[in-house]
């Protein structure tokens, strides 16, 4: 391919993507080199990898390669943090999630507020978690699980990958609208907390389905309920806790989003070129295969996401006291 195929090819992916009322030179000349994401997760994390599915398919839209720069640590917080004080031109954005609107009322020495201080651009997931519990425990519908645990006050706990995960949060939710008491136990990641739980140390966790649904399909883990408002395509035949629960939905969810001041014809190019890669039918099978599913929608629409999910959590960490790890 000549430079000059390439360069028509750049220009013809960038102009697919201008709105049609757009005349400003930032999106006729966006992008023109690659686009860093900052990605709070460790890579081959679940958040990586959806930033990376995703990020692979912007950039053969865009015509410019979208690379990924993993930066873990803090809720994901320090990748957001990151983002929000980097030039806001377009090419350096962030994958902003369920931890970012946790941490917002959680970590105490946040620089960026969440709320204000970024661009939305597009959802991208909404995912699923699983309330599980061993097989042998008693108790293997949400209803007797709330039974029982009322019963035996104080002698229940919960496990999580950490203070201040969707898995922590998600238990705290519980106890909050069913008035029942959970010991809360932290580990140093999901892993470990799997592990002792399919061992019968702990009781119950509300974790992510793609790092459970191995162990429930192989019977290690018994699955109770789902904690999304819908019930799962990779766990059809579990309900939710909404069910037994008025009320009760927690989810992990993903976006991206750019710096605050970021142009607004560069946000709407790239929001219309992630709704044209998520109405893909192949990738949306590839997410439901990870418990996942499509989000897309307005840059407004994710900011209320955002917003709406930041409050939320703020109530269930007050109510649960929690401080950082």
């Excluded at 053969?60 to 994901?76: F, K, Y």
């Excluded at 496990?159 to 922590?168: I, K, L, N, R």
């Excluded at 709407?268 to 890669?277: D, E, F, G, M, T």
Aim: net charge positive; aromatic share 6%; proline share 6%.
């Amino acid at each position: 391919m000549t430079l000059q195929r390439r360069e028509f090819l750049r220009v013809a992916a960038a102009a697919a993507v201008c709105p049609s009322f757009s005349t400003t030179s930032w999106c006729q000349a966006y992008p023109s080199k690659p686009v860093r994401v900052l990605v709070g997760f460790a890579a081959g994390s679940a958040g990586d990898i959806i930033a990376r599915i995703t990020a692979d398919r912007l950039s053969e839209r865009l015509g410019q390669q979208l690379v990924i720069d993993n930066r873990p640590g803090a809720g994901s917080n320090l990748a957001i943090e990151a983002m929000a004080k980097s030039p806001a031109d377009g090419y350096t954005l962030g994958l902003v999630n369920v931890g970012n609107a946790i941490g917002a009322t959680l970590s105490e020495r946040l620089s960026f507020d969440i709320t204000r201080d970024i661009a939305p651009i597009a959802g991208i997931v909404r995912g699923t978690s699983v309330m599980e519990v061993n097989p042998s425990f008693p108790a293997k519908t949400v209803a007797d699980f709330i039974a029982y645990a009322r019963a035996n006050p104080g002698k229940l706990n919960f496990a999580s990958g950490g203070v201040g995960t969707v898995q922590h949060v998600a238990g705290e939710l519980f106890k909050m609208r069913t008035g029942i008491n959970m010991v809360h136990v932290p580990y140093r990641g999901t892993a470990a907390a799997l592990t002792d739980l399919v061992g019968g140390r702990v009781h119950v966790i509300f974790d992510n389905v793609v790092s459970s649904i191995e162990h429930i399909r192989s019977g290690q883990l018994h699955a109770v309920a789902v904690t999304t408002a819908a019930r799962s395509s990779a766990l059809p035949n579990v309900p939710t806790v909404g069910e037994f629960v008025p009320g009760f939905e927690a989810s992990t969810w993903a976006g991206f989003a750019a710096p605050k001041g970021t142009p607004d014809d560069i946000v709407a190019s790239l929001n219309q070129a992630i709704n044209a890669v998520l109405a893909d039918p192949k990738l949306k099978a590839r997410f439901a295969e990870m418990g996942s599913t499509v989000l897309a929608g307005s840059p407004s629409e994710f900011q209320i996401l955002i917003a709406e999910e930041t409050k939320k959590w703020s109530q269930v960490v007050a109510y649960s006291g929690a401080k950082p790890g």
